[in-house]
């Protein structure tokens, strides 16, 4: 099995920016804990502050892996761009978000990428990553 995990803006700033919110965690040492755990799965990491960047992403791997985890970043509240390349490709998309969106500033509230995506997880901090894996691996196995 195959999963790409897609980080947008301002998420390789994890474990320095406002830690109260997102952790003291850096992406890049908690995805080693992350192909520690989950052994089996070829698990890709891609980081990127970039919109484009982000498509071309979900155009180059999306027809080739089991599944994506993305977190858009800010992207998550009006990019129709990188809604319309998850609705593109063969791969199903689980959104995470690290806080909860519902429960900040009115604009995070809305997310653009949700019905692109087959399920959502916010507010579990990094761990929502591991039930993003999870439930792609459960989903495959059916």
């Not at 071309?56 to 761009?81: L, Q, R, W």
Request: aromatic share 12%; net charge negative.
């Amino acid at each position: 099995m195959k999963i790409l995990i897609i980080n947008g803006p301002n998420l390789n700033l994890l474990g320095q920016r406002e830690t109260q919110i997102y952790g003291c965690c850096s992406f890049d040492v908690y995805f080693k804990h992350l192909q520690k755990k989950f052994i089996d799965v070829e698990l890709e990491y891609y980081q990127t502050n970039h919109e484009g960047s982000i498509i071309d992403k979900i155009h180059e791997k999306g027809f080739e892996y089991d599944g994506i985890v993305i977190n858009p970043g800010a992207y998550t509240h009006y990019s129709y761009a990188i809604y319309d390349a998850l609705k593109s490709v063969l791969a199903p998309a689980i959104e995470v978000h690290i806080s909860d969106i519902e429960k900040r500033e009115e604009f995070r509230k809305i997310s653009v990428i949700k019905d692109a995506c087959i399920h959502q997880i916010k507010g579990k901090g990094l761990p929502g990553y591991e039930e993003a894996i999870e439930y792609l691996i459960q989903m495959k196995q059916q």
